[in-house]
């Protein structure tokens, strides 16, 4: 019925559900886990993306055939591990990380993952180090996930610096439930979802917190 809102049905969130599907698509080697993990244990905030939204980034990387990435807000190395090892063997990731602890835990775990080579751990606010980056462009696939306050800025960064066909990827695109708020994050965010919707053909995964995925124009 065209009144009827089809969201408004049944929902599958029974967590043994998540779990299962989890463990069958999305699963850890040893490399993975110890980034996953490493949060928990280096005095970290878990703030990383799920196992599910690391291995769709993971293939979505893969699908647009990705040799350079970047991204933005690389806390443990979790998703950096996940964005590098759909990267070919020339690939490269720059992943930018403004907190100095965050970086080196990241460095050591990228390590213990075989990726050393291919990621760079570019310590600065994102601000100050994506003009720099610019030189190594353009780029096939842009993931953000540092400060929300700042995701319009770095959308339009991303805007500029992707290949036409080039992938773009944004965290907590629902602002932790907050989009709609007449806050400076909710109207940064707000133009994050509008700009890349006028530049790319884009979606908005309902994921937990919203994943924003969109292909450059
Ligand atoms: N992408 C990671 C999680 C990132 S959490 C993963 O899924 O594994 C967000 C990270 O962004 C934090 O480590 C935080 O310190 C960093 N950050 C916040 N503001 C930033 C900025 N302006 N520049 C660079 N990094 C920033
Ligand atoms: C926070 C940041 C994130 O990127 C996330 O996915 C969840 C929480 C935070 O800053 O609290
Ligand atoms: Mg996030």
């Given at each position: 019925m065209a009144d009827r809102d089809s969201r408004a049905g049944t929902r599958y969130y029974d967590p043994a559900i998540l779990d299962y599907v989890e463990k069958v698509h999305a699963a850890h080697d040893a490399g993975l886990e110890s980034a996953f993990t490493s949060p928990d244990r280096d005095k970290m905030?878990?703030?990383?993306?799920?196992k599910s939204e690391g291995r769709l980034l993971e293939l979505l990387i893969r699908m647009v055939g990705a040799r350079r990435a970047v991204e933005v807000g690389?806390?443990?190395g979790y998703s950096a591990i996940r964005i590098a090892r759909a990267l070919p063997a020339d690939g490269r990731l720059w992943t930018i990380e403004v907190m100095s602890e965050h970086a080196e835990v990241a460095r050591r775990n990228i390590a213990a993952a075989g990726l050393a080579n291919k990621v760079e751990v570019v310590l600065g606010d994102a601000m100050a180090v994506l003009p720099d980056l610019?030189?190594?462009?353009?780029?096939?696939a842009v993931f953000i996930d540092a400060d929300k306050e700042r995701y319009d800025q770095y959308g339009r960064w991303a805007a500029r610096a992707l290949r036409p066909g080039g992938l773009l990827v944004g965290d907590n695109a629902f602002l932790f439930g907050?989009?709609?708020?007449?806050t400076p994050a909710g109207q940064a965010m707000r133009r994050f979802h509008e700009e890349a919707a006028a530049a790319f053909d884009s979606v908005c995964v309902p994921t937990p917190d919203g994943l924003l995925v969109g292909l450059k124009r």
């Open positions: 905030p878990a703030i990383q993306v799920g690389t806390l443990a610019e030189k190594h462009g353009p780029f096939d907050n989009l709609l708020q007449d």
